[in-house]
T-cell receptor, first 112, second 115 residues
Framework: KQEVTQIPAALSVPEGENLVLNCSFT??????LQWFRQDPGKGLTSLLL?????REQTSGRLNASLDKSSGRSTLYIAASQPGDSATYLC???????????FGQGTRLTINP | GAVVSQHPSWVICKSGTSVKIECRSL??????MFWYRQFPKQSLMLMAT?????????EQGVEKDKFLINHASLTLSTLTVTSAHPEDSSFYIC???????????FGPGTRLTVT
């Protein structure tokens, strides 16, 4: 059974810093991995999708990496801004599965 | 990215009444949609998988007679909370599956409050 863990649960950093959010999963037989952002009281916004054959994906100041063999993914945020404050969720789709398995999320606060 | 809408965005209903929530895939036809529930400060909990033209598949512990799901077209799935009670108050989110990349696109959520 796939399990997804995100560390840390919460992170607070000053504006302008680069930061890394971590996601680990127990079963390396994955189809893809998605990173989402959720603002309070809102739905999920898809940030990056990494297919199992890929090592990383980039969008603007965001870069996500995938290491299947170690069961890890990282989301790198460069030059953080207060508007980046949100909860970031990692979700894994395993091979042959339909359902995403979510981590518990990292609540990020960027202080001006 | 693709757009998924939900209606209503929030609803207040009295205990014992039924509430219908709509989930629409605006950019693509989705044979598979998902319904999630989210409690405060927690991650998403999958309730059921909705497949167009067939019965939904419910997760263990989810009452299928209470949470009725209908996926009558390739762009619309509905969740009806029947005989709602205060403990059904929650944030309900749907998603649509894009088969090409098997990426899920999420709706903005519906806040249900049962009084």
């Amino acid at each position: 059974k796939q399990e997804v863990t995100q560390i840390p649960a919460a992170l607070s950093v000053p504006e302008g810093e680069n930061l890394v959010l971590n996601c680990s999963f127990t079963d390396s037989a994955i189809y893809n991995l998605q990173w989402f952002r959720q603002d309070p009281g809102k739905g999920l916004t898809s940030l990056l999708l990494i297919q199992s054959s890929q090592r990383e994906q980039t969008s603007g100041r965001l870069n996500a990496s995938l290491d299947k063999s170690s069961g890890r993914s990282t989301l790198y945020i460069a030059a953080s801004q207060p508007g980046d404050s949100a909860t970031y969720l990692c979700a894994v789709l395993s091979q042959g599965a339909q359902k995403l398995v979510f981590g518990q999320g990292t609540r990020l606060t960027i202080n001006p | 990215g693709a757009v998924v809408s939900q209606h209503p965005s929030w609803v207040i209903c009295k205990s014992g009444t039924s509430v219908k929530i709509e989930c629409r895939s605006l950019d693509f036809q989705a044979t598979t949609m998902f319904w999630y529930r989210q409690f405060p400060k927690q991650s998403l909990m999958l309730m059921a998988t909705s497949n167009e033209g067939s019965k939904a598949t419910y997760e263990q512990g989810v009452e299928k007679d209470k949470f009725l799901i209908n996926h009558a077209s390739l762009t619309l799935s509905t969740l009806t909370v029947t005989s709602a009670h205060p403990e059904d108050s929650s944030f309900y989110i749907c998603s649509a599956l894009w088969q090409g990349t098997r990426e899920q696109y999420f709706g903005p959520g519906t806040r249900l409050t049962v009084t």
